[in-house]
């Protein structure tokens, strides 16, 4: 499975990434903010999954899920946001706007398999 990984943070990056890697996605790409992320899906169409943070610069988050779901092309890509944004009103926001579903950080691996398995991405982790 392919994914990418948005967030401006390198370190978030870094733990998503090993948390893909063990529950089984082969090829992760990352991006630091939304304008990178849509070249790297101008480029390649066939992810399966993208973790994407709300508060980044340049293009945020919410932002960028407008313009994956205005993609026809990618609607079989799962979006996962993963934010401190914690707002019920902004959340159901995000999730009208196109996201998958919506994890707060702090998130354990637990917390992010869970969320996998509810958008049919599998329940992979190993302990």
């Known amino acids: 499975m392919r994914a990418l990984v948005v967030d401006d943070s390198a370190l978030a990056r870094f733990r998503l990434k090993t ?4 529950v089984g996605f ?30 980044m610069p340049g293009m945020q988050g919410l932002e960028l899920i407008t313009a994956i779901r205005s993609d026809h092309t990618l609607d079989s890509m799962k ?19 196109g996201a998958d579903d919506y994890v707060a950080k702090p998130c354990s691996n637990d917390d992010l398999n869970q969320k ?6 599998g329940n992979t982790l190993q302990n």
């Open 79 to 97: 979006i996962l946001l993963v934010t401190t944004e914690s707002d019920p009103v902004e959340v159901q926001r995000a999730l009208t706007e």
């Open 19 to 22: 948390f893909l890697n063990k």
């Open 26 to 55: 082969s090829d992760i790409v990352e991006a630091s903010e939304g304008y990178e992320a849509l070249r790297c899906l101008e480029s390649s169409h066939d992810f399966d999954l993208a973790m994407v943070d709300w508060i």
């Open 116 to 121: 996998l398995t509810s958008m049919g991405l």
